[in-house]
């Protein structure tokens, strides 16, 4: 794996050993995004104005390709959600190579049982401080936190369901408060997995696929219900 595009454009990354790269084959958790598919949903993100100058949550980031991408291609800052303290060691090592360690948080939780609510988000310390056009502030601590990207990469094992009352549609219910007005969540799938259309406060606009998986883009739903569709 490797940073495709950007300030580190083609820095390669660390990746788990290979006894613990099997074990997550084996139980479908570990699914590296490839070059091409990687390069085609940054294009997407593209056209929505992400990930330049935006605040990024990588949930289920393993050793964070997503996230890292969107560090060199210009977002402020990331917060990368990892479970596994052996993966999330090997996340740091790649974060440091790339120089990202003031623009980065490590999260080490179940994105599932703790999502942007918790692990340390709650209180907006995982957010830089700055203040936005819309009045709104991110900070380190005292304020609210609100993102304008989130990836949720979980093992497709958990995306097999996807009602309201799953563990994605939990979770996707739980983001969709900590959201930007403006802001948008990115759901990798397999393929045949459809997304219910709304979720909490959030509505499909998107969906992408390549090959056997499949990326489904939402945002909060407008005023008056209003729904911008998107010919793919």
Request: a positive charge; aromatic letters at 8%.
């Amino acid at each position: 794996m490797r940073i495709i595009a950007g300030e580190k454009r083609g820095m390669k990354l660390f990746s788990p050993p290979p006894p613990l790269c099997f074990a997550k084959r084996s139980s479908g958790g570990s699914r590296p995004i490839t070059d091409r598919v990687k390069e085609s949903l940054f294009n997407v993100l593209c056209n929505y104005g992400f990930p330049n100058g935006k605040v990024v949550a990588d949930l289920f980031c393993g050793v964070g390709s997503l996230g890292l991408e969107a560090l060199s291609r210009g977002a402020e800052f990331v917060c990368f959600v990892e479970k596994d303290p052996k993966v999330a060691a090997v996340l740091e090592k790649n974060i440091e190579k790339a120089g990202f360690v003031k623009e980065s948080k490590v999260i080490r939780a179940n994105a599932f049982t703790q999502p942007l609510g918790g692990a340390g988000f709650k209180h907006g310390q995982a957010c830089p401080e700055r203040s936005r056009g819309d009045g709104r502030v991110f900070s380190r601590a005292g304020s609210p936190c609100y993102f304008d990207l989130i990836f949720v990469d979980p093992p497709y094992a958990y995306t097999k369901e996807v009602g309201k009352d799953s563990a994605l549609g939990g979770l996707l219910s739980s983001v969709s408060k900590q959201l930007a007005s403006d802001g948008i969540v990115v759901v990798r799938t397999e393929r045949r997995i459809e997304l219910l259309k709304q979720y909490g406060l959030m509505e499909i606009i998107e969906r992408r696929q390549w090959g056997t998986m499949a990326i489904t883009i939402l945002r909060k739903r407008q005023k008056g219900n209003m729904k911008h569709e998107i010919a793919l």
